[in-house]
């Protein structure tokens, strides 16, 4: 599904991301899944016509960090600290998916980032049936860079889970040649050793030559929380983000989630290599993991995005929701106005896709991608109509998104997904959600 013909997205307050403070009144016209044109009066024969009408009209949201296919796991983990989360819900749950099940979540948490106005993701897979994932994100028409992850040692990972290294590997390997680049490169492949504890040195170094030589991005948690944190540092004698250093998984094609235990050496780090960083603020309250220095991470000139992390840590995958606690948890420590709504915007647009590594996607401006989300301006908390900055980062919500395109094509329309049925996709989730809480004795 490439971006074919010309759409016309009409009458709307374009904020195209170019400069903050920046928004026009304006149409914007797709035509082969680029931004041809903004402008007013715009006119194209045989465009499809968008309403934009009282509405913002923004570059598609984007995420540094989801496991889509741990959806079926919403609601269904509750109250346990990181190390216990992993081990005694999610890794079983990964674990215990059938083919079917991963399918059925990956749809599930895909459709609600779509429906959410997230057009592309940072996403991290589990050990198994990865292609099943991309094939959900090739259907339903997300940008999604996204890898099976890693795991060959550790306490409290299932038998199920832990993987021959040179095995897991091949499969990456394997997907990557099938995966990278393809659906017009829409689609992209992420090595993802998933965290330091569950990988054997070996492993790491043999995730950062694959992905260095096929130009494969690295993607892993680090510093989520502080027992994490010291058993890292046990175990290496440094921090976690030295410790991924010296194993290779530092520099531009590096995303870190979490980091919010560093120490200043760390930050310093980050920032001289380049490394970015996925800051969850969702997950990071909802496990009480801690809070991500953000502002100082943002004054060392480190590059950061915005992730929702896994649905069974957040409990949602809504960028609207990361926006609103990174624009108002840091004034907690720094005061309010710690990180103003322009920075969250950006770090949600092109920021983000910058820490992805994709080219000419985050900005609306001829020649970058034709991916844009339409907001409402219909909903309560966007009234009275003020600087669009503040309106979409603490007064949005996925309520307020009305029409959505990726690579030029319309997923979502007057707030339906487009691609797939929508009720299909519940129904299937259910279901699967059911049987593997089930078989887990969740039920
Ligand atoms: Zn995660």
């Not at 096929?214 to 540092?233: C, K, W």
């Not at 490394?275 to 309250?285: I, K």
């Not at 409990?315 to 969250?344: C, K, Q, Y």
């Amino acid at each position: 599904m490439t971006g074919q013909g010309s759409v016309l997205v009409r009458g709307g307050v374009v904020v195209p991301m170019t400069a903050p403070g920046t928004f026009l009144e304006a149409d914007v016209l797709l035509r082969d899944g680029l931004v041809s044109a903004i402008g007013q009066g715009l006119k194209e024969d045989g465009a499809r016509i968008l309403d934009a009408r009282n509405a913002l009209v923004l570059p598609g949201f984007v995420q540094a960090h989801v496991h889509v296919v741990q959806s079926l796991a919403r609601h269904r983990a509750e109250g346990l600290p990181l190390l216990r989360w992993l081990s005694e819900r999610i890794w079983p749950y990964e674990a215990a998916l059938s083919p079917q099940e991963v399918r059925a979540a990956a749809h599930l948490g895909i459709a609600e980032l779509l429906a959410g106005g997230t057009t592309a993701a940072l996403d991290m897979g589990t050990t198994h049936d990865q292609g099943l994932v991309f094939g959900a994100a090739q259907d339903l028409g997300i940008r999604l860079t996204s890898g099976k992850c890693h795991l060959d040692v550790g306490a409290g990972v299932p038998p199920a889970l832990l993987e021959d290294r040179d095995a897991s590997l091949a499969e990456a390997e394997e997907l990557g040649s099938r995966w990278h680049g393809s659906c017009g490169g829409r689609l992209r492949y992420a090595a993802a050793p998933r965290f330091i504890l569950s990988c054997s040195t070996r492993l790491l170094a043999g995730a950062v030559e694959l992905a260095r030589r096929n130009g494969y991005l690295l993607h892993t948690h680090a510093s989520e929380n502080a027992d994490e944190t010291r058993a890292v540092r046990e175990r290496t004698g440094m921090g976690n983000v030295a410790a991924l250093a010296r194993a290779g998984l530092a520099g531009h094609d590096v995303v870190l989630a979490h980091c919010v235990h560093l120490d200043d050496a760390e930050m310093d780090l980050l920032a001289q290599r380049g490394t970015a960083v996925a800051h969850c603020p969702g997950a990071n309250l909802k496990l009480g993991s801690g809070i991500a220095n953000l502002p100082g991470l943002l004054a060392a000139g480190v590059r950061v995005g915005l992730g929702a992390d896994g649905p069974p840590c957040n409990n949602r995958l809504s960028i609207f929701h990361e926006m609103a606690l990174a624009g108002t948890i840091h004034n907690l420590t720094r005061g309010p106005g710690a990180v103003d709504p322009w920075t969250v915007l950006e770090m949600a647009t092109w920021r983000g896709a910058d820490v992805l590594g994709l080219d000419r996607v985050g900005r609306l401006e001829p020649g970058w991608k034709a991916d844009l989300v339409v907001l409402s301006l219909s909903s309560w908390a966007m009234e009275p109509a003020a600087g669009p900055a503040a309106m979409v980062v603490y007064g949005g919500g996925v309520e307020s998104v009305r029409h959505v395109i990726v690579d030029g094509t319309v997923v979502v329309s007057d707030g339906e997904l487009t691609t797939a049925d929508g009720a299909a996709i519940r129904r299937e989730a259910r279901h699967a959600a059911d049987a593997v809480s089930r078989r887990l004795g969740w039920a």
